[in-house]
């Protein structure tokens, strides 16, 4: 198994929110490395270097749709550019409100692991976590 630290980028301009993701990723217990953004913007530019340049590439991508200027197809072709050269991470999304035409969205995507609330909850970090585990463990043993 794969004892590798996972990089956890996390965008969403409610600080509020993002404290309290910090707060349920600590108390989670496992160790991470995570880095938040407030603006798509920044987060774009770092992004597209950190997926041409960087070797402490995303291994988790947690994204708010609820903030100004976030177009999902623009984040969709990111996510799908980064997948095409080879760079492998989860993506989570988070929203207020989840309608049934974004969860059916997410289900249809083979690029979304899955969408929760705001507020997120242990569970939901749990899961976030288990799934990086599992999958860690699946990349290490076809290795």
Known sequence: MSDKIPRIYILDDDMVSTFDIGVKLHQSKKTFDSEC???MERFKV???SHFRFNSKVVDILMISLDID???REQIMTAIKKAHEI???FQT???SRYISKELADFVQRSDLISDIFSK???RDN???IFDNYRKRSARRSFSA
């Open 37 to 39: 953004f407030e603006s």
């Open 119 to 121: 507020p997120l909850t």
């Open 46 to 48: 770092v992004m597209e």
């Open 92 to 94: 989570y999304f988070f």
């Open 86 to 88: 080879g760079r492998n």
């Open 125 to 127: 970090i749990d899961h």
């Open 69 to 71: 200027g976030v177009d």
